[in-house]
Each structure stands twice: as structure tokens, then as C-alpha cells.
């Protein structure tokens, strides 16, 4: 009589993959770049602990008002947002020539005021606006074209030699008040 081989085991050894299910894990964590958000780039005055009231005259406020309709109210006129910029620059440089406007660039503040109904995109359109307006006064106070500004303001590393004293001359003076309720 023939005798049959007992038939082998057709099962796979798998006491090493939990080993390297676990290798792979951190395989893909290490390798694995996490995308973070970066925000705006807004950098916060100083914390002070006095509590002074400040007065400022009247005609050294821009008031812009954006509205839960992204309707744009500047100095209480109504307004487009390609026209801002040039508004802006306007008040920044009146140098005391018109006494509704500034005494001078360094004592001109934009005053930006929402509503929480206000879409995030109208914002960042205000405000790229009004810091384009700072940026071409600043190249134009420097002698240079709006390009080599901003080349120069993201490589801090080749300064102008006026570039310090284009920021002084025309401070970026931006202030953001505590939005209100939609409608109110």
C-alpha cells in the first residue's frame, strides 16, 4: 500500500507583519509633511500695562466701515473698493492742506471697522488695498517703482538706505476696531 504524505499547511506565517504594518506607520509619519495655516501677517503693538486715553483728532481718522453687504463706507460716503487705495493715499499725504484730512503721514490712522456678517474675502480685499496704498507712498518717498519696493520690503537683507526712513516717514498706522453685530 501507497502511503499519502499528510498534506502540509497551506497558512502563512504572519507573526512578522504586525512588525512591519508597525514599521510602515512610521515610515509614512516621518516622510509625511503637515500643511499648517500661516494667517495674516500682522504684527500686534506691545502690551502696555499703563491705560492712557489717547486723543486724536478727528481729521487724522480714516474711518472705512465694510458692512455685512461688503457695501464699503468711507468717511461715511459709500464707496468702491478700486478706489480706496487712492483715497487712502490721499489722506495719508495731506500734509494739512485740506483740514478734513491729516496733519501728516505720521499722524494719519486708517480706522477699519466690520461687521461679523462681512465675508472674510471683502477683509482681505480692504486690506490689501489699504496696505498697497502704504506700499506705493513708500516706494514713491524712496524713488523706486512699486516692484523693487516689495522685492526690497520681502528681502530685508539688501536694505535701500532710505528704506528705514520711508518707514518712518509714512508709518503703517492701521487700526482694526472689534466688529459689530450684522445691522448694528
Known amino acids: 500500500m501507497i502511503k499519502k504524505k499528510p498534506r502540509q499547511s497551506t497558512e502563512i506565517n504572519a507573526s512578522s507583519m504586525a512588525d512591519i504594518a508597525f514599521l510602515l ?108 496704498a502704504y506700499n506705493e507712498l513708500r516706494a514713491e518717498y524712496m524713488g523706486l517703482t512699486l516692484t523693487q519696493y516689495l522685492r526690497l520690503e520681502n528681502n530685508p537683507n539688501g536694505e535701500h538706505p532710505k528704506y528705514d526712513d520711508a518707514k518712518k516717514a509714512i508709518p503703517y498706522q492701521l487700526s482694526e476696531a472689534e466688529p459689530t453685530s450684522v445691522g448694528g
Open 25 to 132: 506607520l512610521i515610515f509614512f509619519l516621518v516622510t509625511t509633511t503637515i500643511a499648517s495655516d500661516r494667517g495674516l501677517p500682522i504684527r500686534l503693538p506691545p502690551k502696555t500695562e499703563d491705560k492712557q486715553d489717547i486723543i486724536i483728532p478727528e481729521r487724522n481718522i480714516f474711518n472705512v466701515f465694510l458692512n455685512s453687504n461688503n457695501q464699503l463706507l468711507v468717511e461715511e460716503n459709500l464707496m468702491q473698493m478700486e478706489d480706496v487705495k487712492e483715497a487712502a493715499k490721499e489722506f495719508i499725504m495731506n500734509n494739512g492742506k485740506d483740514p478734513k484730512s491729516s496733519d501728516s503721514p505720521q499722524k494719519a490712522i486708517i480706522s477699519l471697522k466690520t461687521d461679523r456678517g462681512t465675508d472674510y474675502a471683502a477683509y482681505i480685499n480692504v486690506m490689501d488695498e489699504l496696505k498697497s
